[in-house]
Nanobody, 127 residues
C-alpha cells in the first residue's frame, strides 16, 4: 500500500519561504507522477506543481511560476516543494499526491489523476 506523508508547513510573513516534504513509502519509487495541490478555505483544491520521478520533468501553475520549485531526492523517496516569496493568497492546506506512471500526461492538474494522497500540511502567510 502506497503511503504519502507530507510535512513542512507553518506560518510565515509575506515574502518568506517554506519547504514542504512528501515521503513515499510502501512501493518502489521509480515511476510516479507526483504533485502538490493546495486548498484554501471555501475554494477548490488546485494543483500548483508536478514532477515526473522518472526523468524529473517539472510543471507549474501560472500562479506559482518563478516562486515555487518542485524537486526530488530519489535516495530518500522524497519530493520537495520549495516556496519562496510567499503571498497571503498562497495560504491553504497543501497536499502531496501521487500516481504510478512512467511519465506525467496532460491531465496532471486534475485531482482524479492521482490515486494516492497525503493528509495535508497547513501553510499560512500573513501580510
Amino acid at each position: 500500500q502506497v503511503r504519502l506523508v507530507d510535512s513542512g508547513g507553518g506560518s510565515v510573513q509575506a515574502g518568506g519561504s517554506l519547504r514542504l516534504s512528501c515521503v513515499v513509502s510502501g512501493d518502489s519509487y521509480s515511476s510516479y507522477c507526483m504533485g502538490w495541490f493546495r486548498q484554501a478555505p471555501g475554494k477548490e483544491r488546485e494543483g500548483v506543481a508536478v514532477i515526473s520521478t522518472r526523468g524529473g520533468s517539472a510543471y507549474y501553475a501560472d500562479s506559482v511560476k518563478g516562486r515555487f520549485t518542485i524537486s526530488q531526492d530519489n535516495a530518500k523517496n522524497t519530493v520537495y516543494l520549495e516556496m519562496n516569496t510567499l503571498k497571503p493568497e498562497d495560504t491553504g492546506t497543501y497536499y502531496c499526491a501521487a500516481d504510478r506512471r512512467n511519465y506525467c500526461s496532460a491531465a496532471i492538474w486534475a485531482r482524479s489523476y492521482y490515486n494516492y494522497w497525503g493528509r495535508g500540511t497547513q501553510v499560512t502567510v500573513s501580510s
